[in-house]
């Protein structure tokens, strides 16, 4: 897999998928038609940068491997939304932060500070 589809499954497990059961504890999202996968809608161009610094403990220099990217992604993104309503007094604690409850609680702080 590739270093722009691990981003991307990082983008979704931030901001879409989610396992979600009913209150008998039955999975209640299991189709893509409510399994919510990221699609080129909703990513955005991807610039990939190789940052190389060897580990000096290995015999080839590395660190390690797989899908980074699937556990930096959500932790950016995550950052980066709080960064930003900060301002407003909310901080978003839990994945996936749903695009929708994000907005709806920036609604609700708009309108408590008027």
Do not use: C
Request: charged share 20%; aromatic share 6%; glycine share 10%.
């Amino acid at each position: 897999m590739g270093h722009t589809s691990v981003r991307i499954r990082g983008i979704g497990a931030a901001l879409l998928e989610e396992f979600a059961f009913d209150g008998e504890g039955q999975l209640v999202t299991q189709s893509f038609m409510d399994y919510l996968l990221p699609s080129a809608h909703e990513v955005p161009e991807v610039e990939i940068v190789h940052h190389v610094t060897p580990s000096p403990n290995t015999v080839l220099g590395q660190k390690g491997s797989g899908e980074s990217g699937y556990l930096g992604s959500p932790a950016a993104i995550s950052s980066a939304v709080n960064d930003a309503v900060r301002h407003l007094g909310l901080r978003f604690e839990a994945l996936p932060m749903r695009i929708s409850a994000i907005g709806d609680a920036i609604a609700e702080a708009i309108a408590r500070q008027r």
